[in-house]
Structures are given as C-alpha cells and as structure tokens.
C-alpha cells in the first residue's frame, strides 16, 4: 500500500498502512495493533511487549517501535459493548497484553485479498467487525426496537444539532433512564458516547467535504478547532490534521 486506509464509525477507527514509531502518549479509546509481518514492540511503564498482535488498555501510557511493518490499527471506544468485552477478556489485570497470533491470522487472511482487490470499506469494516466480537464474546443485535431505530434517525440527521436525552426520551416516549439503558443494550454504545461520536465523524467528513476545519468543528458541535483536536486526540492519540493529510481513503459514516 503506497498510503494508509483510513476510515472511521461510530465506537471504531480503522487504519492499515505502514507503522509510524511513537513517542510515550495515551489515548482513551482501547488499541488493537496486528502486524501483517513481524513483530512490534509496545513499550509501557510497566512491560515491554515483543509480537505480532496486542492489545492497549484505555489511558494506558506507551510507545510503539513498529519497525516499517504494514499493521492494522483498531481503536475501539471502551464504553461500548465490545470494547467492554475486550476488556474483560484480555485486559484482566493487566494494561497491555499480547494477542495470540492464531487468531490474527484468519482476520489477515481474509483481509489481504479485500486489500488487493476491488472492495469497498465496508467488506474491510465488517470482517474486522466480526473479528472484534469473536475476540470479545460479544455478538450483534439482529433486531432492533423500533424506538431505538428512530433515535438513531434522528441523531444521524445530516447537520449535527445538539438533541437532550430529556427530548430524545420524549420522541420516543421513554424515560430518560430507560433510554439510557435501552440504547446501550441495543447499539452497544452508551448513548452519551455515542454522540461524541457522531460529533467527531461529522466534523471529519465536513473537514474531507473540503470544508474549513474551525467552520467543521463548529457545524459538529465543538467550541471551535482547537477543542475538536483536543477531544480527537485523546480519544485517538493523535492530531485529526495527521490522519487526514497521510490516508489515501477516509470514509467517515455513522453505523
């Protein structure tokens, strides 16, 4: 790959591409890094971690040395259902951790062909999708409450709009409560998460529109830019202006 792919959803952030060596740094979404040749090398306060695939708790302080390899880069919101199954699973009592390399292995297996070939995100997305709920024990939800579908509508609504869970809860006729609860079960994300989120992916995809980045964190709900940098880089690590001027392909969507 001549640059990285690059695209992001909600509770997701996907990169594959070369590695870039890090300085220390922390970032609140957890991290999954999978080489797709030889071994990385994660370096914390408390371990220093020599192989293909780990995984990186949330807040936790480290550096990466990644030796050129091409890897695939997952950062998944902590609060959501799968990243709370990652947790439970691999992160026990521990900060970093080393994936095994047999279960890496069937997800590169089948996202090399979708890389060489023709594909769309999507396909890269829902393999890698399917790969995060095996690992954490999680699975999706076939059917959804209809009023849940319908805050969704009107979260995703072109044109980022500050909505209260107090008027949310009343379109859909529910307590707040209840659709606090209701919400996380069926999309996995808490509902606050959820919007910082959409947040986040509106001011991204107004920024890739060819927009203004201050006018893009504004139209997103952000003070202004420098509050939209401050909140993508310590969900993700790094500055959003690094990511969009590196990738070859950036699709933001809500999902």
Not at 149 to 175: N, R
Not at 187 to 195: A, E, F
Request: proline fraction near 5%; aromatic fraction near 10%.
């Amino acid at each position: 790959m001549e640059q990285p792919l690059l695209f992001f959803s909600a509770g997701y952030f996907i990169y594959i591409g070369r590695a870039i060596d890090t300085v220390v740094h922390e970032h609140h979404a957890l991290q999954i890094a999978i080489s797709f040749e030889d071994k990385i090398e994660i370096i914390s306060p408390d371990s220093v971690i020599k192989h293909k695939a780990v995984i990186i708790g949330s807040d936790e302080p480290h550096e990466c040395r990644t030796y050129n390899n091409t890897f695939l880069l997952i950062n998944i919101d902590p609060e959501c259902k799968i990243g709370t199954g990652l947790k439970k699973a691999w992160l026990s009592g521990k900060k970093v951790a080393a994936l095994p390399e047999t279960i890496v292995e069937e997800l590169l297996e089948e996202i090399k062909p979708l890389l060489a070939g023709v594909t769309t995100v999507d396909s890269i997305f829902n393999v890698t999708l399917q790969f995060l709920r095996e690992l954490s024990n999680t699975s999706g939800n076939e059917d959804m409450d209809d009023r849940i579908v319908k805050v969704l509508e009107v979260l995703q609504q072109p044109g980022y709009v500050p909505v209260k869970i107090k008027d949310l809860s009343a379109i859909v006729h529910l307590s707040p409560s209840r659709l606090i609860h209701l919400f996380t079960a069926q999309v996995g994300i808490p509902i606050r998460q959820y919007t910082l989120w959409v947040r986040l992916l509106t001011a991204l995809q107004y920024i890739i529109d060819a927009r203004d980045i201050t006018d893009a964190a504004f139209e997103a709900g952000f003070s202004d830019a420098p509050h939209f940098n401050r909140t993508f880089k310590r969900m993700f690590g790094i500055a959003p202006s690094f990511l969009l001027k590196n990738s070859q392909i950036i699709q933001a969507y809500v999902r």
